[in-house]
């Protein structure tokens, strides 16, 4: 992103399209840019309309099909007015981007958002992520690094990993706070095939924060330790 205006890549953050270095950096920005918070949730808003669509399984070329499709997607129609903010061209309009973005999914008719429960917890992810108070969190350990987005506002907390190993068959990532000294569960996530966690869960912790591997068909009293990563607000 460094030679790259991040207010050009809501639509691809949008659709999941950046790699991980950039997504992060994007995350970044969009934690302090209201402007690009705007724009991203208009074109979940717009995504969420293909909700009622039946989801199928998306061939593998998509991702390279939808990127191709925006790059050749005209963005402001010829002899109309670039928006302007501060003197700084803006040639994603938000309005033009969410057109251009339902085109896209309606033309190659499935991608990850085809569901009105993707699309609303992927808003309430980048409502988390986004919020002027969110802090950021580092858990790492034997299990591998992520990241714990906290927002006291939304009460509710994103992990952000990537790379991440998939638990053992049968199990279950388990995420703990520790209230007045008792770790309490607070929600379980696995990666997907690419190994990324993208999940939200309801409360911020006050002070250590655990992940341990559970039973995936239970629900836990107490951790089951030792935990893989461990962190501290």
């Known amino acids: 992103m460094s030679s790259t205006d991040p207010h050009t890549l809501v639509g691809p953050y949008v659709l999941d399209a950046l790699p991980p270095d950039e997504r992060d ?15 991203a949730t208009e074109l979940l808003a717009a995504a969420a309309h293909l909700g009622q669509a039946t989801a199928v399984v998306p061939p593998a070329a998509l991702r390279e099909q939808v990127l191709a499709q925006v790059a050749r997607t005209r963005q402001v129609a010829p002899g109309a007015p670039v928006a302007t903010t501060g003197g700084r061209r803006r040639p994603w309009v938000a309005p033009l981007v969410a057109a251009a973005v339902v085109a896209v999914l309606a033309a190659v008719g499935a991608i990850a958002l085809q569901s009105d429960q993707r699309a609303d917890r992927a808003e309430e992810i980048a409502a988390v992520v986004a919020a002027p108070d969110a802090q950021e969190v580092e858990v790492s350990g034997e299990g591998g690094t992520m990241r714990l987005v906290v927002s006291g506002s939304h009460d509710a907390s994103v992990v952000v990993a990537d790379g991440m190993a998939a638990p053992p068959a049968g199990k279950t990532y388990a995420l703990w706070f520790d209230e007045d000294g008792v770790m309490v569960l607070h929600g379980t996530f696995a990666p997907d095939e ?3 966690v993208r999940a939200r869960v309801d409360g911020v912790p006050s002070d250590v924060v655990g992940v341990t591997v559970e039973d995936a068909d239970t629900t836990p009293a107490e951790p089951n330790l030792p935990a893989v990563a461990v962190g501290e607000l």
């Open 25 to 39: 950096l994007f995350e970044d920005h969009l934690s302090r840019c209201p402007e690009c918070q705007a724009e």
């Open 194 to 196: 690419e190994g990324s």
